[in-house]
């Protein structure tokens, strides 16, 4: 979100990429303080992978990668982009399994909710962010390159898919 132009500091926080080398265990425990401060700030810890691992898990993450590559933000060293890139096929497979999976978790968290008006505001509150995802990933697979603008993306996907936008808007 920062990085398109949409950090909102009350709900955002920011992720990071960090792409080494190696990371022997010696060096993991070195870099525990640091992630363990920037978590305190409510961020996630960083994503770190080793250099081969970034380059053989676009089929794995497709939904990840087609974000970073598409929204990123280089705070060090060379862009590591060359050669990675996303497959249809692997972004349709994750994009169908994150969407049911989100859709379930929503349905559980709508029942739990009951009538509980603010409840229910919080449940979609904390869903905004995992369904962008899933939306940016769903525009993608039709070759349209999803707008940075969340309101403008939910609702070229509710027209795209057929169905109202308003309760995420």
């Known amino acids: 979100s920062a990085v398109a132009g949409e950090h909102n500091p009350k709900k955002s926080d920011y992720n990071v990429l ?3 080398d190696a990371l022997p265990l010696d060096r993991l425990r070195a870099a525990a303080a640091v992630a363990k401060a920037w978590a305190a700030d409510g961020n996630p810890p960083p994503m770190t992978f080793t250099a081969s691992e970034w380059q053989s898990s676009s089929d794995i993450f497709p939904m990840e990668y087609a974000d970073i590559l ?8 060379d862009p590591p982009f060359d050669g990675i890139r996303v497959d249809r096929k692997d972004l ?9 999976g989100k859709l379930i978790k929503l349905r559980q968290g709508a029942l739990a909710a ?4 603010d409840r229910q505001i919080e449940l ?3 869903s905004v962010s995992p369904v962008m995802i899933v939306f940016r990933a769903f525009l993608r697979l039709h070759e349209i390159k999803p707008p940075t603008d969340n309101l403008t993306l939910t609702e070229q ?6 169905f109202d936008g308003t309760p995420i808007a």
């Open 18 to 20: 960090v792409i080494v």
């Open 70 to 77: 598409e929204r990123h933000k280089v705070l060090y060293g």
């Open 92 to 100: 349709r497979l994750q994009l169908e399994q994150e969407a049911m």
């Open 114 to 117: 009951g009538n509980d008006g």
């Open 124 to 126: 979609l509150s904390a």
């Open 157 to 162: 996907v509710a027209g795209r898919a057929g």
